[in-house]
C-alpha cells in the first residue's frame, strides 16, 4: 500500500528517510557523500513522484521504491 508523504509529520519523514538511506548502503561512486546530502536527495524524490512510500502488511515494513518498480509489482 502507497503512503503519502506529504501527510506525513515533518520529523516522522525525516526518520523514515535516514532510516532508508543508512540500511540501504548504497555506493555512490569515487565520492562520498554525507547523510544530509542522501536524505535530500530522497525528498526530492519523493516530490517528483520517482519514489514512493510502500507499506507492505505481509513484512509488516515500510520502504521507499521506485514508482515503476511498485507498478511492475502490481496486478
Given at each position: ?32 557523500r ?13 516530490a ?28
Amino acid at each position: 500500500m502507497m503512503i503519502p508523504w506529504q501527510q506525513l509529520d515533518s520529523d516522522t519523514l525525516q526518520n523514515i528517510i535516514e532510516s532508508f538511506v543508512l540500511r540501504e548502503g548504497t555506493d555512490y561512486g569515487e565520492q562520498e557523500r554525507s547523510l544530509e546530502e542522501k536524505v535530500r536527495d530522497i525528498r526530492r524524490q519523493l516530490a517528483s513522484g520517482d519514489v514512493v512510500l510502500v507499506w507492505s502488511e505481509l513484512h509488516e515494513t515500510l520502504n521507499i521504491m521506485p514508482r515503476t518498480q511498485l507498478n511492475e509489482n502490481t496486478p
